[in-house]
């Protein structure tokens, strides 16, 4: 690879990655390509020349920040042989909830990404995938506890999947606009599968000693 | 001197009706005066002489579409006599039945995190419908069919399943349908009701 090419694979990266920040911070509707070239370091004509239109930008970088939600919340979730599927499980919600910092901002563009979505019928393929690798995530995490015997044998691993999905969904958007606590999410959420998974009371500390302790 | 546009008899709600589904149809962004002038069956210049702005009127279209499903549930409610059929008339209309489809909360809901009145709104919408769910609840209580569960917390462990459900089926995520939507909710509420809610069982 030349230095040139190089460099222009950086520069539309960079660029992606810089709309991806400017959708989170303004909103999808108010973000501006002058900004996001400043943002990324790069000149005007350097987006255009990537990028024909300002939507198809914002479609691209949708669509880079789907891989990246994908990618941040599908792990690290800790090895199951060291923290067993309990504790596991504990650290896999925690990804999903609007912790302040590096989370809360990935939310508020997960909001964006529900909205772009469903104006969007293109782009529902796109959600749809991401939801189907999140519910794997999960129900795959309930199956090895099940076979480990961490887990009772009759918990439904799809239901339950589900249900922390949809509850981290509701309760998560609810935490961001101050109406609960994360920890009060942590705890809600672990309640409403407890009994299935025959899990302790309380759920186990973040793996994360960054996060708030519950 | 242009002419004063001609009032005719489409009034404020019939806009905000005809502007909440060209927000439907053509999503919050791309929603002009001139398509809901058009929806109403009547001027751009009489719609803005109701709103002062464009986005004035979408904001209320927004609201008022969520007051009406509150409005509609409501009423829906106060006519059944039993509590479980009540709670299963809740269920049903989280999953995506009614007048209503997830859209409009959506748009609703993503422009709050940004817009302080509308995450007023937003917030007291919330509360409604997490009041409708918890009157419900003591309503069941009170006649002896529901178990001791606390309602406001049940009410909020219910609208945010219900919730995140909508997200998925307005994703069109293949396997969450209405039917899964209704059926994981009626699991989670009879397990923290104590109570099985489905016709021709017991409490």
Redesign the interface.
């Known amino acids: 690879m030349t230095g040139a090419a190089a460099t222009e694979r950086g520069g539309r990266e960079r660029i992606l990655a810089a709309a991806v920040e400017r959708i989170a911070r303004?909103?999808?509707?108010e973000v501006r390509i002058a900004r996001i070239a400043m943002d990324a370091g790069v000149s005007p004509s350097l987006v255009h020349y990537h990028f024909d239109t300002r939507d198809a930008l914002l479609e691209e970088a949708l669509e880079y920040s789907y891989e990246l939600a994908g990618d941040i919340r599908l792990g690290p979730e800790g090895d199951v042989d060291e923290f067993g599927s309990v504790r596991r499980l504990a650290a896999m919600i925690d990804q999903f909830l609007p912790y302040p910092g590096m989370l809360e901002r990935d939310w508020?563009l997960y909001?964006?990404l529900?909205?772009r979505?469903?104006?969007?019928p293109e782009m529902?393929p796109t959600?749809?995938r991401l939801?189907?690798r999140m519910?794997e995530w999960f129900a795959e995490a309930i199956r090895t506890g099940i076979a480990r015997g961490e887990f009772p044998a009759q918990a439904d691993s799809?239901?339950v999947a589900?249900?922390i999905?949809?509850?981290?969904?509701?309760?998560g958007?609810?935490a961001?606009?101050g109406?609960?606590e994360v920890s009060q999410a942590r705890q809600?959420i672990w309640n409403?599968v407890k009994?299935e998974l025959d899990l302790p009371a309380q759920p186990p500390p973040p793996l994360d000693p960054a996060k708030p302790q519950p | 001197m242009s002419p004063r546009p001609r009032l005719d008899h489409v009034r404020r709600p019939e806009l905000l009706t005809a502007a909440a589904a060209v927000i439907r149809q053509r999503?919050?962004?791309?929603a002009r005066v001139v398509d809901v002038a058009d929806e109403a069956g009547t001027s751009a210049p009489s719609v803005l002489h109701y709103f002062a702005s464009k986005a004035e009127l979408l904001k209320e279209a927004l609201t008022s579409a969520e007051e009406r499903f509150y409005e509609e549930l409501e009423i829906e409610l106060a006519g059944m006599e039993g509590p479980r059929e009540r709670m299963l008339k809740i269920v049903q209309y989280g999953a995506g039945e009614g007048d209503y489809d997830?859209?409009l909360w959506?748009?609703l809901?993503?422009?709050?995190?940004?817009d302080p009145e509308l995450?007023a709104t937003?917030?007291e919408l919330?509360g409604r419908w997490r009041r409708s769910i918890a009157d419900v609840v003591r309503y069941g209580q009170e006649r002896g069919e529901f178990g001791p569960a606390d309602p406001d917390e049940f009410a909020?462990?219910l609208?945010?399943?219900?919730?995140?459900?909508a997200?998925?089926i307005?994703?069109?995520?293949?396997?969450?349908t209405p039917d899964?939507v209704r059926e994981?909710a009626v699991?989670?509420a009879e397990?923290e009701l104590g109570c099985e809610l489905v016709e021709g069982t017991r409490c």
Do not use: C, P
């Not at chain 2, 609208?159 to 459900?165: F, I, M």
């Not at chain 2, 307005?170 to 969450?176: G, P, Q």
């Open positions: 303004d909103g999808i509707d508020i909001v964006e529900w909205l979505a469903i104006r969007h529902r959600a749809a939801y189907t519910h799809d239901a589900n249900r999905l949809a509850l981290a969904d509701g309760f958007v609810r961001l606009f109406e609960l809600e409403a009994a | 999503g919050l962004e791309n997830a859209v959506m748009e809901w993503a422009r709050a995190l940004r995450a937003r917030a919330d909020v462990l609208a945010s399943l219900l919730d995140g459900l997200v998925q307005a994703l069109r995520d293949m396997e969450v899964r994981l699991k989670l397990r």
